[in-house]
Protein backbone atom coordinates (compact mmCIF):
# COMPACT_ATOMS: atom_id res chain seq x y z
CA UNK A 1 0.00 0.00 0.00
CA UNK A 2 1.54 3.23 -0.94
CA UNK A 3 0.59 6.26 0.91
CA UNK A 4 0.47 9.96 -0.70
CA UNK A 5 -0.32 13.46 0.50
CA UNK A 6 -1.97 16.26 -1.89
CA UNK A 7 -2.16 19.61 -1.05
CA UNK A 8 -4.25 21.53 -3.31
CA UNK A 9 -5.75 25.27 -3.30
CA UNK A 10 -9.22 26.24 -3.22
CA UNK A 11 -10.84 29.20 -5.02
CA UNK A 12 -10.72 31.76 -2.29
CA UNK A 13 -14.78 32.77 -2.90
CA UNK A 14 -15.93 29.64 -1.33
CA UNK A 15 -16.59 30.16 2.05
CA UNK A 16 -17.31 27.92 5.20
CA UNK A 17 -20.40 25.79 3.62
CA UNK A 18 -19.42 25.62 0.29
CA UNK A 19 -15.65 24.76 1.21
CA UNK A 20 -16.85 22.07 3.00
CA UNK A 21 -18.85 20.31 0.49
CA UNK A 22 -15.93 21.03 -1.87
CA UNK A 23 -13.77 18.55 0.18
CA UNK A 24 -16.52 16.42 0.93
CA UNK A 25 -16.73 15.49 -2.83
CA UNK A 26 -13.18 15.83 -3.38
CA UNK A 27 -12.81 13.26 -0.70
CA UNK A 28 -15.74 10.88 -1.95
CA UNK A 29 -14.37 11.43 -5.75
CA UNK A 30 -10.73 9.70 -4.03
CA UNK A 31 -13.03 6.84 -2.76
CA UNK A 32 -14.46 6.08 -5.77
CA UNK A 33 -10.88 5.59 -7.28
CA UNK A 34 -9.84 3.09 -4.82
CA UNK A 35 -7.97 5.81 -2.64
CA UNK A 36 -8.23 5.60 1.50
CA UNK A 37 -8.54 9.31 2.71
CA UNK A 38 -6.57 9.18 5.95
CA UNK A 39 -6.49 12.73 7.44
CA UNK A 40 -7.40 16.20 6.13
CA UNK A 41 -6.36 19.20 7.41
CA UNK A 42 -7.14 22.99 6.05
CA UNK A 43 -4.46 25.20 6.84
CA UNK A 44 -7.03 28.06 6.30
CA UNK A 45 -6.82 31.46 3.72
CA UNK A 46 -3.37 32.41 2.87
CA UNK A 47 -1.20 34.97 0.49
CA UNK A 48 -0.02 33.29 -2.98
CA UNK A 49 3.54 33.65 -3.96
CA UNK A 50 2.12 34.48 -7.57
CA UNK A 51 -1.47 35.15 -9.06
CA UNK A 52 -2.92 31.81 -9.93
CA UNK A 53 -6.07 32.16 -12.54
CA UNK A 54 -5.46 36.20 -11.55
CA UNK A 55 -6.22 35.34 -7.62
CA UNK A 56 -3.88 36.70 -5.05
CA UNK A 57 -4.95 34.49 -1.88
CA UNK A 58 -6.33 30.79 -1.58
CA UNK A 59 -7.43 28.05 0.61
CA UNK A 60 -4.96 25.29 1.60
CA UNK A 61 -6.00 21.87 2.17
CA UNK A 62 -4.20 18.85 2.89
CA UNK A 63 -5.35 15.41 1.99
CA UNK A 64 -3.52 12.46 3.05
CA UNK A 65 -4.63 8.82 1.68
CA UNK A 66 -3.17 5.73 0.56
CA UNK A 67 -3.87 3.90 -2.61
CA UNK A 68 -3.13 1.45 -5.22
CA UNK A 69 -2.42 1.66 -9.18
CA UNK A 70 -3.91 4.60 -11.01
CA UNK A 71 -5.77 6.11 -8.16
CA UNK A 72 -3.24 9.18 -7.90
CA UNK A 73 -3.49 9.44 -11.74
CA UNK A 74 -7.29 9.32 -11.87
CA UNK A 75 -7.13 11.77 -8.55
CA UNK A 76 -5.31 14.33 -10.59
CA UNK A 77 -7.15 14.52 -13.29
CA UNK A 78 -10.25 15.31 -11.48
CA UNK A 79 -8.54 17.90 -9.66
CA UNK A 80 -7.14 19.40 -12.70
CA UNK A 81 -11.01 19.63 -14.17
CA UNK A 82 -12.16 21.13 -11.01
CA UNK A 83 -12.79 24.50 -11.82
CA UNK A 84 -12.29 25.53 -8.28
CA UNK A 85 -9.16 24.55 -7.80
CA UNK A 86 -6.07 26.54 -8.61
CA UNK A 87 -3.31 24.53 -8.30
CA UNK A 88 -2.51 21.01 -6.27
CA UNK A 89 0.78 19.10 -5.67
CA UNK A 90 1.03 15.41 -4.84
CA UNK A 91 3.93 13.82 -3.11
CA UNK A 92 4.66 10.16 -2.12
CA UNK A 93 5.46 9.60 1.59
CA UNK A 94 6.36 7.28 4.41
CA UNK A 95 3.87 5.22 6.70
CA UNK A 96 5.44 7.50 9.76
CA UNK A 97 4.44 10.70 7.62
CA UNK A 98 1.08 10.38 8.08
CA UNK A 99 -0.81 12.94 10.65
CA UNK A 100 -3.40 11.81 13.18
CA UNK A 101 -6.52 13.38 12.49
CA UNK A 102 -7.44 15.93 15.74
CA UNK A 103 -10.57 17.97 14.59
CA UNK A 104 -13.13 17.26 12.39
CA UNK A 105 -13.61 19.12 9.57
CA UNK A 106 -16.32 21.37 10.62
CA UNK A 107 -14.36 22.27 13.54
CA UNK A 108 -11.27 22.93 11.07
CA UNK A 109 -13.48 25.26 8.96
CA UNK A 110 -15.33 27.39 12.24
CA UNK A 111 -11.91 27.71 13.43
CA UNK A 112 -10.11 28.74 10.21
CA UNK A 113 -12.94 30.95 8.61
CA UNK A 114 -12.93 32.94 12.14
CA UNK A 115 -9.23 33.92 11.93
Known sequence: MNYYETLYIVHPSLEAGRLKDLIMDIEGNLKKMGGAPLAVELWGKRKLAYFIDKQKYGTYVLV????????????????????????????????????????????????????
Open 64 to 115: QYNGEGKCTQDFAVELEHNPNILAYLTTNIDHEDVIEQEEGLETQIAGKTRE
